[in-house]
């Protein structure tokens, strides 16, 4: 049996074992290669909000802005360790835990405080 063969087999048994379990292993190749570059995308562009909204003063959608690029953060890393198990994703989900949850309790009590003021 020549080489291209013993390929062309191997490759039928993919695509038969691939039908057989209802997967598409290039949708699915889309799909993985999107949310990388969607999360790719995010952290950048959510960063530069960030940036702008300090150089423009207006800091409380910048926090805002923090918080949900905190909870994005922290959301990719629980995944990563959740999946891999490894110690440096462990820190990352209790640094932007920290940072996300500290951030958006502080947000929160101030904006209930200011909505309790402007009710009466």
Known sequence: MNRSTESGNRK????AKSKQEGKDEGIEYAVTK????????????????????LLSGQTLTMWAL???YGAHSFGDFL???????QKRY?????L????????FAILFVRELGTL????G
């Open 12 to 15: 039928e048994e993919i695509l």
């Open 34 to 53: 999107g949310l990388k570059l969607g999360n790719y995308y995010t952290e950048v562009v959510g960063a530069l909000l960030v940036f702008l909204c």
């Open 66 to 68: 923090f918080t949900l």
């Open 79 to 85: 995944a990563k360790y959740r999946h891999f198990n």
């Open 90 to 94: 462990l820190v990352g989900v209790i």
């Open 96 to 103: 932007f835990g920290a940072l996300f949850g500290g951030v």
């Open 116 to 119: 309790q003021g402007w009710w």
